[in-house]
Structure formats: structure tokens, C-alpha cells
């Protein structure tokens, strides 16, 4: 039998939800009922001299080649950012498990970037691949010749943000899998060794599907990661350049917004971003989540 | 039992808080305080300081508290939230190229209004006219009080001018090329054009050099005349071979980029001045203070280069002036008209231009500072002021006024990413750019529709 709390009357429920509910209508609702009203009309840079316009901002978006191009940045950058976060994510955790010795060092070590803010992540990593400064580029530069330059060359700077970005969420990921990875029965384990299975065998086979719940789950965590709460990172280190190429949908939602102080757009934007995310979500639940076998 | 106890002790807190509240303080005694928000860090922001001391320190009335709230784009964003949620701040620092977007906001009250209302008259031709006529509108009223304001200017090594036998710093570009040229003979490893990229570029090399060689940046006197201007630069000849030359000298090496990283383009071109490593560097007369400090070579400076196909008109200024917001109390305003009045005295004007390098605003205050002798002391001092006094007034002499510019700036800034990795020509950066610009220009248009 599932135990439940149970509260005579509706009253004190209510009122223990009030705070959080209150929250969530301050600093959610509101703001989106905004951003929703502000996308149907255009206004000046304080917001005044408001005029409806309905659809307009929004079918302008698909005309503007610099829109689309922030729409296929997007794109590439979350899935090399979601593909990178969880597969390294996915290895320290293997490794991580098969660890005795020590383990609780290397976890809590392998942990900590996640309490880095999106926006300090994204400055320790300019600092190390600074060209003029950095460590790493250093490397990059003198001893692998690469001649590396993210302020001119659209790959270097797409890399960049790719690898700050994933950095950070990689720690997610890593509890999420270490997790996923102690829960598979020591029975299934002890099985495949006694049939000879090799490690990789034992991991594509064996692991994998049975964590098949928490990769599901960490995909979409993952790519909302990616869509939306990169921007501290992006505005750090390339600050959406060069040319373009590495300003994704939410950076340009900042840029036309705060700095080219086109309300309306930005608000479109906003709308068309959080749609996005929430189709990509509910495709993920309806396609992928078939494939999924929870125990 | 405890839950009576913990009830009362509740109670007892709910009821000492009145107590310990916002105690009423005898107001009438003191300083009106007057808030103003600003965009200048470093030493700048340490002048405007000393600015704010003086004048708390002149009068008992008042009290201006300044507080930096980042660059000027994070600046104005804060004073338009503020503003949105009722609390703007008195004084705001904003420059140049939110003229049009402050004038059009109906947010502001203009200038000339609170000084006229304490009874202070602007005689515009006590001002530097460029000075003045960047923040003033159609009808001939200034909006803001121009705080800081300067204009390019060149710095040369002059022991690099020296060694290669180089007697007196170029006039034109091409004789820029050719002095280059030399000092890269005499002097080996020496770069020759420290160039800055980015947003230096857009007011060095497209904004001032339109405005220096008389050609139009954009139609309608640069967007003075309507918001219906155009923005035309990448049809004029004289520019697209100036910023060719530019691409070229960086292929060729005789120029060469700050840094590697576009993040340091700018401070790694004024770093490589500074340290020597650079014959020629263009930039704002206000940097004088870095550089007297700073320098570790014997330096000089004289006028910006011009195209040696054209003679030169005047050049622009960049800067920025205070806009007041509307939505205050009278005594409020009558101190923010005090300290327009202070700011435009001629010993304040000679003390800032003297701490910063940023030219006197006033003609008194130039004339103050020749009579002292400075010039004769500092000879580069004044350079920029003769610059911009020099030539005529013309339409295309006008500082842009176009909506939303620093959009127009960083569209023009992509396009540019794209010719300096070696992308596109020339002409296709510029078409690109002016395209993108041409649209953000629209598109304020249309924000403010039926406003001017």
C-alpha cells in the first residue's frame, strides 16, 4: 500500500501551497501573459505609443535571414551540447562505478560544476581558450598548430560555446546516470559476466537499456538545457559572434530585446522559442519514450 | 502548552515591528537627493566622481549620488525598466547614438525646459556647435546636457617616427601607408596601424570619416531631417576605399588587430600603442589620460588622417549627455538645473577636459583653458577641438541621428566579422550591412509612427 498524506479539508493544503503558487504567478505566469501580450504589439524602446499589430511580429521572424540562421544554430549547437553533456556524462558515470577506492572524492569532484552559474562557466572557459592568454589555446596553438581564433573562425567559436555549455550540465547528467547505473540488479550483472560478456558488450546490451528511463529523461532535460538556459554562457564567451553563428534563439531573444530595444520582436521570439521547446518535449514523450522499458 | 507560547511569541514580533519601522526623519533639513546613472567605469568613472564631489561639496541644497550601472547599453536598459516600473532615476548618462530613441520616448523632460524654468538661458553659440547640436532637436531644443564629449584623433610612437627618419605625423591615409612602410624597414617586428575592430571601427572609420570627407552616412543630413532617412555609406567611393585599404593593410600586415581574441580587439589595440609595439593608433581624444600615464615610448598626436583625394570638413563627436526623466518633484528639478548650471561652468569644463582629455563644451571654457597656457603645455590637448571646430557645418556633418543605432552598429559589426575572416568583399559587406541596417532604421519608424 502506497503511503499518502492526508489532510482533513482543503483549507491547510491550500495554504501550504499559497507561497509556491504565488512564486510560480509572479515570476511565471505574469511575465509570459507579457511577453505573450507584448509579441501582438509594437512599441518604442520604453514601451510606450503601443499599437496591436497582431500576427505581424511573428510572420516578419520567418523573413529575416538573420532569424532563421539563429534557428539552425540552435539546433546544431543543442544537439552537439545534449549529445556531448550525455555521453560524457554517461562515461564518467561507468567509470565512476566501477571505482572503490576513492569514489566518493571522485564523485563529489565530478559534481561540482553544476553549481557553477551559467555565466561563470562560460568566463573560467573563455579565460582557458583566451588566444591571447589561455592555457588551452596555448596548447591548441603551439603545440598542435591549430591556429585557433574563435573571434574570426565560426567553428572554433561554435566548439567553444559547445564544450562550456556542456561542461556544466555534464555533472547533471553524471547523478542522474551513477544513479541509474547502481539501480541495475547485481543478478543481471553477475549473468552476463558468467556468459561471458565483454565490457563493452556489457555495456551496450546490458547497461544501456535498462537505463533507458534516466536517458530518456535526461534527453529532455537536456535539450531544454541547451535551448534555453545556455545564454549566460554564450554572452560570455563569444557573445553570439562570430558573424552570427553562435547567437541561438534565446541570445537573439536579448539581442533584438535589450540591445536593439525592439520589444515586440523579442517578445515574438520568446513565444516562438517556448513553443518550440514544448513541441520538441512532447515529440520526445510521444516518439521516443515508446522505446523506453521502465522495469 | 507550547503551541499558546509560540502563538504569543508570534504575536509579541507582529506587534514590536511598527516600533522598529522607518523612524520619520526631521526632512526638512536635508539635501534633495538627486540620482544619476551612468556608464563610465575606470578613471573616467573616477573623474565623473571628483565631478560630483565638487558640487556637493559647493552647496549644501542638493546632493548628486552617481552610480555606474555598467556600459551605456546596460545603462539605458536599467533606466527603461525603472522608468517602466515608476521609479526612474533623475539623471541619466546616454550617448550619442540614443539621441533619436530618448527624443521620441516622451519620457524625458528636455533640458532646455528645466533650465528655462529656473530661469538659465542655453545661448547655443557658447557651446561647441558640434557639441551642442548632437542633442538638440528640430525646433532648436536641447533635450540633454552634454556631459562628455570627444572626437579622434591620432597617436603616433614617435620614437619609431623617429628611427625611421619620419619628421612629422601623416596628413592623409596614404601617406600614413607610405610612413608605415618605412617604419617597418627601419624598425624590424614594428606593426604599423594598431586597429581596433569592432565598435571603434564603426565610429573611426565609417561614422567619423563620412562625416571628416563631407560625404553622407546617410540621407536627410544623417537622419536629422525625418526618420524616413536612408542609410547610403556603402554607395559612396570614398568610403568603400577607405575600409578596402583597411582590409588590405591588415592582409598585407601593414595593420594589424589588437588581439586574437575579439573580445580584447580594442583595450589589446591600445595595449600595443601603449607598449610600443605600434607606429599609428586612431582613436578618441579622451584616451589622452591612459596614454600620458601609460605610454612607454615617447608619443605624439596630431589630426585625424584624411583621404588625400578630398579636403577634410570637421569631424564628429562620441560621447554623452545627461537626460532628466520626467516624473519628479519641483524641488527635484530645481536642483538637476543647479547642476546643469554647475556643469557648465568654464572651471569645471577646464578641470574635466584637463583630468579626462574630453573637450571643453563650452567656448568660454576653451578660451580659459588657452588663456592658462595649457595648449602651450599640452599642444595635443586641443587638437580635437580645433578638429571639430574647423571647416563648415554642413548636412553632412550632422552626427547620425537614426533609430536604434546601436543595432545599426553591431548589424554593420556582423558583416564586418565576415570581410576581416576573408568571407566576403569589400562591397558585399557593406551592402549586407547597410541592408540590415536599413531595416532596423525602418523598423523604428514604425515603432514610433506618427510621432514626428
Redesign the interface.
Do not use: Q
Given at each position: 500500500m502506497i503511503k499518502r498524506a492526508a489532510f482533513r479539508g482543503q483549507l491547510l493544503p491550500l495554504l501550504l501551497l499559497a507561497p509556491q503558487l504565488l512564486i510560480l504567478a509572479w515570476f511565471f505566469f505574469w511575465p509570459s501573459a507579457q511577453a505573450l501580450w507584448q509579441s501582438l504589439h509594437?512599441?518604442?524602446?520604453?514601451?510606450?505609443?503601443a499599437?496591436f499589430v497582431g500576427a505581424d511580429n511573428f510572420t516578419r521572424l520567418w523573413a529575416e535571414p538573420?532569424y532563421l540562421l539563429a534557428m539552425q544554430v540552435s539546433f546544431l549547437f543543442s544537439a552537439l551540447t545534449a549529445a556531448l553533456a550525455m555521453g560524457m556524462g554517461l562515461i564518467f558515470a561507468i567509470l565512476a562505478d566501477r571505482v572503490v577506492r576513492g569514489s566518493v572524492l571522485y564523485r563529489t569532484l565530478l559534481i561540482w560544476p553544476y553549481a557553477v552559474a551559467p555565466a561563470v562557466a562560460g568566463a573560467l572557459w573563455?579565460f582557458l581558450f583566451?588566444?591571447?592568454i589561455g592555457i588551452a589555446a596555448w596548447l591548441l596553438n603551439e603545440r598542435l598548430g591549430l591556429g585557433?581564433?574563435?573571434?574570426?573562425?565560426t567553428a572554433h567559436g561554435m566548439a567553444l560555446v559547445v564544450f562550456a555549455a556542456a561542461w556544466k550540465q555534464l555533472s547533471y547528467n553524471f547523478v542522474f546516470f551513477l544513479a541509474g547505473l547502481a539501480a541495475v540488479p547485481r543478478s543481471v550483472i553477475e549473468a552476463a559476466a558468467v556468459d561471458g560478456a565483454g565490457p563493452v558488450r556489457h555495456v551496450v546490451t546490458i547497461v544501456l537499456p535498462l537505463l533507458s528511463p534516466t536517458t530518456f529523461f535526461l534527453a529532455v532535460v537536456n535539450i531544454v538545457y541547451a535551448f534555453i538556459d545556455t545564454f549566460g554562457v554564450i554572452h560570455t564567451t563569444?557573445?553570439g559572434?562570430?558573424?552570427?553563428f553562435t547567437t541561438t534563439l534565446v541570445y537573439k531573444v536579448y539581442?533584438d530585446g535589450?540591445?536593439?530595444?525592439?520589444l515586440?520582436?523579442s517578445a515574438a521570439q520568446s513565444v516562438v522559442l517556448m513553443l518550440i521547446v514544448v513541441v520538441l518535449t512532447v515529440l520526445q514523450f510521444r516518439f521516443i519514450e515508446r522505446k523506453v522499458s521502465y522495469a | 502548552m507550547r503551541r499558546m507560547m509560540l502563538a504569543a511569541a508570534a504575536a509579541a514580533a507582529l506587534g514590536a515591528m511598527p516600533a522598529i519601522g522607518v523612524s520619520p526623519a526631521a526632512a526638512a533639513d536635508q539635501p534633495v537627493k538627486i540620482t544619476w546613472w551612468h556608464a563610465m567605469s575606470g578613471q573616467l568613472g573616477q573623474s565623473l566622481d571628483d565631478v560630483v564631489a565638487k558640487f556637493n561639496a559647493s552647496q549644501a541644497k542638493y546632493r548628486v549620488e552617481a552610480v555606474n550601472k555598467g556600459n551605456y547599453v546596460a545603462t539605458l536598459n536599467a533606466a527603461i525598466a525603472a522608468y517602466r516600473a515608476g521609479e526612474p532615476p533623475h539623471l541619466l548618462q546616454n550617448n550619442e547614438s540614443g539621441v533619436l530613441t530618448m527624443m521620441l520616448s516622451g519620457a524625458i523632460v528636455p533640458a532646455h525646459d528645466i533650465l528655462a524654468k529656473h530661469g538659465i538661458k542655453v545661448e547655443v553659440n557658447a557651446y561647441l556647435r558640434p557639441v551642442i547640436d548632437t542633442y538638440t532637436d528640430r525646433e532648436g531644443k536641447l533635450l540633454a546636457m552634454p556631459f562628455n564629449s570627444s572626437t579622434p584623433i591620432l597617436y603616433f610612437n614617435k620614437e619609431m617616427l623617429d628611427k625611421a627618419g619620419i619628421a612629422a605625423p601623416p596628413a592623409t591615409w596614404q601617406e600614413m601607408e607610405a610612413q608605415i612602410r618605412k617604419v617597418k624597414a627601419a624598425v624590424p617586428g614594428a606593426c604599423g596601424y594598431s586597429f581596433p575592430g569592432g565598435s571603434s571601427t564603426a565610429w573611426v572609420e565609417f561614422e567619423n570619416f563620412s562625416v571628416y570627407h563631407d560625404i553622407p552616412y546617410a540621407t536627410k543630413a544623417n537622419g536629422t531631417g525625418g526618420l524616413d532617412a536612408e542609410i547610403v555609406y556603402n554607395k559612396q567611393p570614398l568610403l568603400v576605399g577607405h575600409i578596402s585599404r583597411l582590409k588590405r593593410w591588415l592582409d598585407e600586415g601593414l595593420a594589424t588587430f589588437g588581439a586574437a581574441d575579439k573580445a580584447t580587439w580594442a583595450s589589446g589595440a591600445r595595449n600595443n600603442f601603449l607598449e610600443g609595439k605600434c607606429a599609428f593608433w586612431a582613436d578618441s581624444t579622451a584616451w589622452h589620460g591612459t596614454v600620458e600615464q601609460g605610454a612607454k615610448m615617447k608619443w605624439g598626436a596630431g589630426p585625424l588622417p584624411y583621404d588625400a583625394a578630398k579636403k577634410p570638413n570637421r569631424s564628429m563627436i562620441g560621447g554623452a549627455a545627461l537626460y532628466s526623466f520626467k516624473g519628479h518633484k519641483p524641488e527635484e528639478y530645481a536642483g538637476i538645473a543647479e547642476f546643469f548650471r554647475f556643469l557648465t561652468s568654464a572651471d569645471l569644463q577646464v578641470s574635466f577636459h584637463k583630468a579626462t582629455g574630453y573637450v571643453p563644451i563650452t567656448v568660454a571654457a576653451w578660451e580659459k583653458a588657452k588663456a592658462e597656457g595649457y595648449y602651450k603645455e599640452k599642444p595635443t590637448r586641443e587638437i580635437a577641438v580645433l578638429q571639430l571646430l574647423q571647416g563648415a557645418g554642413t548636412d553632412n556633418a550632422r552626427c547620425m541621428r537614426l533609430g536604434n543605432f546601436e543595432n545599426v552598429r553591431a548589424a554593420q559589426d556582423e558583416e564586418l566579422d565576415k570581410l576581416w575572416a576573408g568571407k566576403v568583399t569589400v562591397q558585399q559587406a557593406l551592402d549586407e550591412g547597410v541592408r540590415k541596417a536599413n531595416e532596423i532604421v525602418r523598423r523604428f519608424a514604425e515603432q514610433n509612427r506618427g510621432k514626428i
Open positions: 509594437i512599441s518604442d524602446a520604453f514601451g510606450g505609443g499599437r538573420a573563455l583566451h588566444p591571447t585557433w581564433d574563435p573571434a574570426l573562425n563569444t557573445g559572434g562570430p558573424a552570427g539581442r535589450f540591445v536593439g530595444l525592439d515586440g520582436a | -
